[in-house]
């Protein structure tokens, strides 16, 4: 059985996961520091984009997501392990992105991305912060 404690720290792990992907979606690229630490790795590169430090990866983020006119992450399936101070989570996100169809083109397409977030956490006087992200491909296409 769950104590109180492990079903707090879930709750709250689960939560980072929607913070980040309304961070991404919302293009507030500043509330990402919320949910990761200063020195977290991030790892984009299954999906196409960059792996590197918490900072470099979201100066990439606020410099290539605006090119897309629209986008957005679905997450779930989030299974969430916690052991003391550190914990894991393997979440499912499908993240369908326009491309194109902006003004002079003539149609737009949509890259349909399905990935595994793979992530580490760690318990900061904060509370929880991702330490760990790395995408594991599930499929693509484009439409």
């Known amino acids: 059985m769950l104590s109180i404690e492990e079903i707090s720290d879930r709750l709250e792990i689960q939560q980072l996961l929607i913070d980040y992907s309304t961070a991404i979606d919302r293009r507030r690229f500043d509330d990402l520091d919320a949910v990761f630490t200063p020195d977290a790795y991030i790892d ?74 793979v992530d580490e956490f760690v318990r900061t006087e904060q509370g929880w912060r991702m330490s760990k992200r790395v995408e594991e491909k599930c499929f693509d296409k484009i439409v």
């Open 44 to 117: 984009y590169r299954v999906a196409g984009g960059i792996d590197g430090s918490f900072p470099e990866v979201k100066a990439w983020l606020k410099e290539v997501l605006p090119s897309f006119p629209a986008y957005y992450h679905l997450v779930g399936n989030a299974d969430v392990r916690v052991s003391g101070d550190t914990a894991t989570s393997r979440a499912i996100c499908f993240n369908p992105m326009v491309m194109g169809g902006g003004e002079g083109q003539d149609s737009a397409q949509v890259y349909f991305v399905g990935i595994w977030y």
